[in-house]
């Protein structure tokens, strides 16, 4: 197929901006009004919201440890009952991991990735809605289970034979399996629009060695998304949800199913979805540190080579999970070479970064402050996370609270750290107004503080042998203080994250107005105004370095001749981002909604009858073909 | 910011029916999700087959050859029928579109009638024991995707015969058959898995 000759770099011409503006706003803003609400397709708005959601998760998720720590701060305390305690944790993680900490790194990636790119929209906004609602209808689906007394007691990973037919009545496991169907599905959307918008959408010029370090990132992880999600949906669906309601034998070992088999299929997905947590936050980390050393990232092919090798290695580590199940020895020798190698690339990266840092001129914001409590915090669980991987010292404190404190490191430390820096980085993009410094950096001390003294005495207590999810122990065994320490530090965390919330709403409210580029940065979300209209850019840039707001501001060009009275787009090529040619997104629509709740009322009713699946099918169908359908004047004339 | 330099695109294209179209790659992944769902299907297969000395176990008939391996045929045909569609997709042509569409439905049936019959000659269902339980996942997955993809495609001829489609629509059609070419060859391993494996693969 031949295309007209494109002039690069044409020579000045005349154009109306204010005119272009006024179209683009016909053509882009989002429907208002209550109905409108749900017709939203503009990646910001569906960013935004897949954010507040998350973080509302991160809340309830966050009480429910506040309650774990009351519960563990005196020995023989009676605050909750065995059982109770049991959902309580089991709630926390299933909440931190599914309905937090995925879907939060993934309304980031939604708002910021096009903007990042120089485009307009997320490839497929339709779908992108659709991701954001069934996301939804999964978290209020767990939780209407949860508070009407299904509440799934089993751990966030829900082994069998525990988790089985024969061991666990009632709903709770089966409204835990399905619900991670439903975010399953949502992850997989954003994957696809967002490996679509960044291999094809890009501004031109920018080719695949001048993508902002963060969209690698994004890029990387959503390719991880893609083949780990359907291993849990296997894992938690096909395998024990349906073991459960109509008697399939995947982990029954009478009719030659394999409980362990389950740990192998939920682990394989579940230690890539740690990077697919961890990956984004690196990501912010890359971005913050460059703006705030006003200087590029140091080693930015080794920093993306680095990464490219994380997501491989990390479907090649899942066994160290299960180090204790008695697998063949020569089995987990390679695991645990595997485990110690993925420090080699996480190292690069560190390096790069203080690389960077050091030879920066550094600017101490409030995302810095969170930056440098992520290296802080997170070398020291990595620094953990090798020493499990051998496995005579995993054996040792496999199931105790030395694990805890590992994993709570690298979560905590490796993702919601640069998520808060990321929070207070673009706050002013996103909101359009400056957040408090002041307050975001006491903020980020009470967090820092509380965390270690929380986390850290975990790393004792694990030693001295306090085992994972006991709701109780004796004053004899000598955890009592280790525990009120922890607890007392819960405390801090919970007085961290109050004035977080009341900083972040009152510069909502009353913060000073940010302009386009309050940090000076380099990327392209930064040359629009705060927050940006929803076409994103007027005039598309063209890049001709990675870092296009540092470069002469004389040799800028920009895209003309999209048109305004329809949702165009620019397509480019994969590796040069050559333009190839425009194409039209869809518009507003109900149907992503409808589509969602029709699906939504088929899987609730499927923990209990499988017949609702096909209820899902048709009412799914019925929305798909609504949201397919033409409209009536043909959209796409040339 | 007054940029001095302009890139024109007013000369490009308004949309390109091709293996370059975003809506292609989207559809690239979605199978590469459904590819990554299947895999790990035939891996739990061959886990669970291998820890088990009798397979299938004692008093289960093997699933039959003659059916589905008859049953390949009208299937592969099948694949024919979407690329005579995305051809037609690309030229504009309509009646290409629909005899393609047309006989991709067509063969499809063919296919999954032959499977219906087939599976009225199964002596075991999922909850006989875990090679029922393999053999029907595998089968109704891969029946469910084939069901809504034909559902897809006659939508598509409903759209085409009432022509009502536009460039959108006929890059739908373009893609619709990549997704067939995906359930047609993923079948192939699932087909040796699961018709096969009892056959070929060894007790431990």
Same mark, same amino acid.
């Given at each position: 197929m031949t295309h007209p000759p494109v002039t690069p770099a044409g020579p000045a011409r005349v154009w109306d901006e204010q005119d272009d503006r006024r179209a683009l706003a016909r053509t882009w803003h989002d429907p208002e009004g209550f109905f409108g609400w749900f017709r939203a397709t503009t990646h910001q708005a569906i960013g935004r919201r897949y954010v507040l959601t998350a973080f509302i998760f991160l809340l309830i998720g966050g009480v429910e440890a506040m309650l774990m720590r009351i519960q563990l701060?005196?020995? @023989? #305390?009676?605050?909750?009952?065995p059982a109770r305690y049991n959902q309580i944790f089991t709630m926390h993680g299933t909440t931190m991991m599914f309905l937090f900490a995925v879907p939060v790194m993934e309304g980031m990636g939604i708002y910021l990735v096009p903007l990042m790119l120089g485009?307009?929209?997320?490839?497929?906004p339709r779908l992108n809605a659709f991701g954001y609602w069934i996301y939804v209808m999964g978290g209020i689906f767990l939780y209407a289970n949860a508070f009407t007394? /299904?509440?799934?007691?089993?751990?966030?990973?829900?082994?069998? !034979?525990?988790? +089985?037919?024969q061991f666990s009545v009632g709903k709770g496991v089966d409204a835990w399996a399905q619900m991670i169907t439903y975010t399953e599905i949502s992850a997989l959307c954003v994957a696809v629009e967002l490996i679509v918008t960044i291999f094809?959408?890009?501004?031109?010029? &920018?080719?695949l060695n001048r993508i902002p370090l963060y969209c690698w990132s994004m890029l990387i992880q959503s390719f991880m998304v893609v083949f780990a999600m359907p291993a849990v949906m296997i894992a938690s669906t096909v395998m024990l949800l349906n073991d459960r309601t109509?008697?399939?034998?995947?982990? #029954?070992p009478a009719e030659? +199913?394999?409980?362990l088999l389950f740990q192998h299929v939920f682990w394989f997905f579940g230690h890539p979805e740690v990077y697919i947590i961890f990956l984004p936050a690196l990501g912010f980390v890359s971005a913050i540190v460059q703006a705030n050393s006003?200087?590029?990232?140091?080693g930015y092919s080794a920093m993306v080579l680095s990464q490219v090798a994380t997501g491989f290695i990390a479907f090649g580590l899942w066994v160290h999970h299960m180090f204790?199940?008695?697998?063949p020895q020569i089995g987990e020798a390679y695991f645990t070479a595997a485990s110690m190698m993925i420090a080699v690339t996480t190292g690069i990266q560190i390096f790069c970064w203080l690389a960077t840092l050091w030879t920066g001129r550094l600017r101490m914001t409030a995302a810095m402050h969170f930056i440098f409590g992520f290296l802080f915090i997170f070398v020291l669980g990595g620094l953990t996370g090798v020493m499990l991987a051998s496995i005579p010292l995993d054996l040792q404190s496999h199931d105790t609270y030395f694990v805890v404190a590992h994993f709570h490191y690298v979560?905590? +430390? +490796?993702a919601l750290f640069p998520l808060f820096g990321a929070f207070h980085h673009w706050f002013p993009k996103i909101t359009g107004r400056r957040i408090d410094e002041g307050l975001g950096k006491f903020s980020f001390w009470l967090l820092f503080i509380g965390f270690n003294v929380t986390f850290f005495p975990m790393h004792i207590l694990g030693l001295n =042998?306090?085992?994972?999810?006991?709701?109780t122990y004796p004053a004899?065994?000598?955890w009592a203080s280790g525990n009120m320490i922890a607890t007392i530090g819960a405390g801090i965390i919970a007085l961290g994250g109050l004035v977080f919330i009341v900083n972040a709403i009152s510069s909502m409210r009353r913060g000073a107005g940010a302009d386009a580029n309050p940090w000076d940065?380099?990327?392209? @979300?930064?040359?629009?105004?705060? !927050?940006?209209?929803?076409? #994103?850019?007027t005039y598309q840039p063209v890049v001709s370095s990675r870092v296009p707001l540092w470069t002469?501001? /004389?040799l800028r060009t920009v895209v003309t =001749? &999209?048109?305004?009275?329809?949702r165009e787009v620019l397509v480019t090529g994969v590796? @040069?981002?050559e333009p190839q040619f425009r194409t039209v997104l869809p518009g507003a629509s109900l149907w992503p909604f409808l589509a969602a709740a029709g699906i939504s009322i088929g899987f609730a009713g499927s923990i209990f009858a499988f017949s609702w699946y096909y209820v899902a099918a048709f009412l799914g169908a019925l929305g798909i073909i609504g949201w397919f359908w033409p409209s009536p004047p043909k959209d796409v004339e040339p | 910011m007054s940029p001095t330099r302009t890139l024109d695109?007013?000369?490009?294209?308004?949309y390109e029916i091709s293996n370059r179209a975003p809506l292609w790659w989207g559809q690239l992944f979605m199978a590469l999700i459904e590819g990554a769902l299947f895999c790990m299907l035939i891996a739990m297969y061959f886990y669970l087959r291998l820890s088990i000395d009798v397979w299938p176990p004692p008093g289960v008939k093997p699933p039959g050859l003659t059916l589905p391996t008859l049953a390949l045929i009208p299937l592969v045909l099948s694949a024919g029928g979407s690329y005579a569609a995305s051809e037609g997709a690309k030229r504009d042509d309509r009646r290409m579109m629909l005899l393609g569409m047309g006989g991709n439905l067509a063969l499809a049936i063919v296919f999954l009638v032959l499977r219906f019959i087939e599976w009225n000659?199964? #002596?075991?269902?999922?909850?006989?024991d875990i090679h029922g339980t393999l053999v029907w996942s595998i089968l109704f997955l891969h029946t469910f995707d084939v069901i809504a993809d034909l559902l897809m495609t006659a939508i598509l001829i409903g759209i085409v015969a009432d022509n009502k489609h536009g460039p959108k629509q006929r890059l739908g059609v373009h893609v619709d058959s990549v997704l067939w070419y995906f359930l047609v060859l993923i079948w192939l391993p699932l087909y040796v898995a699961v018709y096969w494996g009892p056959r070929l693969v060894g007790s431990r």
């Open positions: 701060a005196r020995p @023989e #305390n009676h605050f909750l009952g485009t307009r929209n997320v490839a497929f007394g /299904a509440m799934p007691d089993v751990g966030w990973f829900a082994y069998p !034979p525990l988790s +089985g037919p094809r959408l890009r501004a031109p010029g &920018m080719s109509i008697a399939t034998h995947f982990v #029954n030659g +199913g394999d409980p006003r200087r590029q990232v140091f204790a199940t008695g697998l979560l905590i +430390g +490796g =042998g306090m085992t994972r999810r006991i709701y004899s065994l000598g940065a380099a990327g392209l @979300e930064w040359s629009v105004a705060s !927050p940006p209209p929803p076409w #994103n850019f002469d501001p /004389a =001749g &999209m048109r305004t009275d329809r590796t @040069e981002a | 695109v007013s000369g490009l294209p308004a000659t199964f #002596n075991f269902t999922w909850a006989a």
